[in-house]
């Protein structure tokens, strides 16, 4: 039985429901909620960024927010999560379901196609965190510039309690970070109200013509700049990876109640344009 079904199968509901989705904001949502730290920075500064101009800044808003809808809430949330393995998700378990009487060629495809993702999987396991506390450890340099030489060992000591503090299991992590997570969206969400309310015309950047526009304009700099947007999605894969642990509709539920709409109001937030 999914852990997120309540005794007898039943999906979860009530208070039930509302714990577990609390308990999934702290383990699923921890790198893609993250991602605003460094994601539309990334676009603008990176290796292959663009200009900073308004018609920059409406396309890459445009395309991160297609990108949250289409690959995360349409792909992950409504389509891959119908996919699972007697309630659990993930490129693993997924493997497990090819079964070892399924001879021939079309089975050593299947199986090489499952180990290719599962190594995209832990490559992505290795990276993800890393990112993620780097970017939010660097914020202490728009603080003091005497903290530079501390970022790097101040984040291998997050990593290293975080990991160590993991092996308690799902349960113990998701009671303690889902409150730290709830109050993490609520801050960037005020933060991403603020922006919009000084330049609320980077609404307009939800109309995909933007987006379209952008490629149109910039060409090859244009696609290679999906490099850095597709930073807005890293972790999105959690949602399915955690299934077992806390069922579809809790992750559901956070998704669209507070992660998605605090991720789209902080990024439109960050854009400024006259």
């Keep these: 039985m999914s852990h997120g079904a ?105 199986v090489t196609l499952g180990l290719i993702g599962a190594a995209l999987l832990y490559g992505d396991g290795v990276i993800t965190p890393a990112i993620s506390v780097l970017g939010a450890v660097e914020g202490l340099k728009v603080a003091t510039s005497s903290l530079d030489h501390l970022v790097w060992v ?16 799902s349960t113990r992590v998701g009671r303690v970070f889902g409150p730290i997570m709830i109050v993490w969206f609520i801050s960037i969400t005020l933060l991403g109200l603020g922006g919009i309310a ?33 930073l807005v999605v890293t972790g999105g894969e959690a949602l399915y990876a955690d299934m077992g642990h806390f069922g579809k509709r809790p992750i559901r539920v956070a998704w669209f109640s507070l992660v998605l709409p605090a991720l789209m109001i902080n990024y439109f937030g960050q854009g400024r344009c006259s």
């Design 6 to 110: 309540a005794p007898g199968g039943t999906p979860a509901r009530g208070r039930a429901l509302a714990a577990l989705s609390l308990a999934a904001l702290g383990v699923v949502y921890g790198d893609i909620g993250t991602s605003p730290l460094y994601a539309l920075k990334e676009c603008f500064t990176g290796a292959h960024s663009i200009p900073l101009t308004n018609d920059n800044v409406f396309g890459v808003l445009s395309l991160i927010f297609w990108s949250l809808n289409f690959i995360v809430s349409f792909k992950y949330i409504l389509c891959v999560m119908k996919a699972d393995n007697r309630g659990e998700g993930g490129i693993v378990a997924l493997l497990a379901l090819i079964r070892p009487r399924q001879e021939g060629h079309s089975r050593w495809v299947l």
């Design 154 to 169: 101040i984040t291998i000591g997050i990593l290293v309690v975080l990991f160590m503090f993991q092996g308690h299991g």
């Design 198 to 230: 000084r330049y609320p015309s980077v609404l307009r950047a939800m109309n995909p013509w933007y987006a379209v526009e952008f490629f149109l304009r910039d060409g090859v700099q244009g696609f290679l700049i999906l490099g850095s947007v597709v």
